[in-house]
C-alpha cells in the first residue's frame, strides 16, 4: 500500500493556465506540507497544515493555494501557471506538529510551456 | 534562520567500500533533529537515517550510520559496503525540536554520489 500518494506523476500545460496536485497520506499522520524542488534540485518548504490548519507559508505567490478537507489530504491548486513554475512538487506526511521524521510521495513534474 | 550546508556537490566510491557524505548546518536552537534523505533517480525521497540532537548516540540503520558532533554542528552520513543501488543524490535537513512551532524540514543543496562497479 501506498503511504502517500500524488496524482498525477506527471503534467504538461500551457502558461496561464489553472492546475491541481492532489495528496493523500494513509500513515494517520495530522501533518502534510507542500515541498517544491527546483531544476537545480533544491528542496524548498511552500506549505503546512496541520489537522486541516494551515501553520506555514513560506513566500509563496498568491497563484499557490493549497486546501486540506481533511488531514488525510492536502491538494495545491495553482492559477495562471508561469513557465518558473515547471519544478517538481512533493507532497509529505509526518506524525505531528514538532516531532517525527517525514514521508514523501513520489513528486509531480510539471512543466509548464 | 537555520541553515544546512553540504559542501561537496559529487562524489564516488568503489563498490564494497566506505564512504562519508559531509553536512555542516547552523542554528542558535538546542533541540532539533537531522536527517539523511536519499534521492535515486526515481526521484522519490527515501528516509535512510535521523538523529535526534539530545541523544549523544550516534544514528545507526543497517549499513548506514551517521557521525553527530553537536558542538562542531557536524553531521555525516556513513555508508559501509557500498552498493550500486546506494547511487543516487543525498541530502541532509533540519527540523526544529518538539518546542520550536516550525516543523518544516530545511534541505541542504544535496551531493550525487556513484558507485564504481
Known amino acids: 500500500d501506498t503511504a502517500v500518494s500524488q496524482t498525477p506523476k506527471y503534467l504538461v500545460t500551457q502558461m496561464g493556465n489553472d492546475k491541481s496536485i492532489k495528496c493523500e497520506q494513509n500513515l494517520g499522520h495530522d501533518t502534510m506540507y507542500w515541498y517544491k524542488q527546483d531544476s537545480k534540485k533544491f528542496l524548498k518548504i511552500m506549505f503546512s497544515?496541520?489537522?486541516?490548519?494551515?501553520?506555514i507559508n513560506e513566500t509563496v505567490p498568491n497563484r499557490f493555494s493549497p486546501k486540506s478537507p481533511d488531514k488525510a489530504h492536502l491538494n495545491l491548486h495553482i492559477n495562471s501557471l508561469e513557465l518558473g513554475d515547471s519544478a517538481v512538487y512533493f507532497c509529505?506526511?509526518?506524525?505531528?506538529?514538532?516531532?517525527?521524521?517525514?514521508?514523501f510521495g513520489p513528486g509531480t513534474r510539471l512543466l509548464v510551456l | 534562520a537555520q541553515t544546512v550546508t553540504q559542501s561537496q556537490p559529487e562524489m564516488s566510491v568503489q563498490e564494497a567500500e566506505t564512504v562519508t557524505l559531509s553536512c555542516t548546518y547552523d542554528t542558535s536552537e538546542s533541540d532539533y533533529y537531522l536527517f539523511w534523505y536519499k534521492q535515486p533517480p526515481s526521484r522519490q525521497m527515501i528516509l535512510v537515517i535521523r538523529q535526534e540532537a539530545y541523544k549523544q548516540q550516534n544514528a545507526t540503520e543497517n549499513r548506514f550510520s551517521v557521525n553527530f558532533q553537536k558542538a562542531a554542528k557536524s553531521f555525516s552520513l556513513k555508508i559501509s559496503d557500498s552498493q550500486l543501488g546506494d547511487a543516487a543524490m543525498y541530502f541532509c535537513?533540519?527540523?526544529?525540536?518538539?518546542?520550536?512551532?516550525?516543523?518544516?524540514?530545511?534541505f541542504g543543496k544535496g551531493i550525487t554520489l556513484s558507485v564504481r562497479p
Open positions: 535537513a533540519y527540523r526544529s525540536g518538539p518546542r520550536g512551532a516550525n516543523s518544516k524540514l530545511t
Open positions: 509529505a506526511s509526518s506524525q505531528d506538529r514538532g516531532t517525527g521524521a517525514q514521508y
Open positions: 497544515y496541520n489537522n486541516k490548519e494551515l501553520i
